[in-house]
């Protein structure tokens, strides 16, 4: 079991950043593939990005170039660094955890998920 929770979220103007962060409860949070999800009103769930075990990450187009996933292991934490943020980039982001060590981009790899927070970009 790990729990989740993300922080960092809030309001900012277009080209503005946010670094957002996850902290996980256990032990075993290394073991853990992590990804970053978002959801904005009335949309699916979309992947954002992902951060394997030993550090390889993963982006969604759309984020590419303006989004860094890292993780500390020692911290248990997984972070995404937001820059040049855009208004469509506003929708509640969620860390989730995955068993599979090479989870990728379906929300159904991920088996714990962190309550959310709201990142809202003003043009």
């Known amino acids: 079991q790990v729990q989740l929770v993300e922080s960092g979220g809030g309001l900012v103007q277009a080209g503005g950043s946010l670094r957002l962060s996850c902290a996980a409860s256990g032990r075993t949070f290394s073991n853990y593939a992590m990804g970053w999800f978002r959801q904005a009103p009335g949309k699916e769930r979309e992947f954002v990005a992902r951060?394997?075990?030993?550090?390889?990450?993963y982006y969604a187009d759309s984020v590419k170039g303006r989004f860094t996933v890292s993780r500390d292991n020692g911290k248990n934490t997984v972070y995404l660094q937001m820059n040049n943020l855009k208004p469509w980039d506003t929708a509640a982001y969620y860390c989730a955890a995955s068993t599979r060590r090479f989870a990728e981009t379906s929300y159904h790899e991920y088996d714990y998920w962190g309550q959310g927070t709201q990142v809202t970009v003003s043009s």
């Open positions: 951060v394997w075990t030993g550090g390889s990450t």
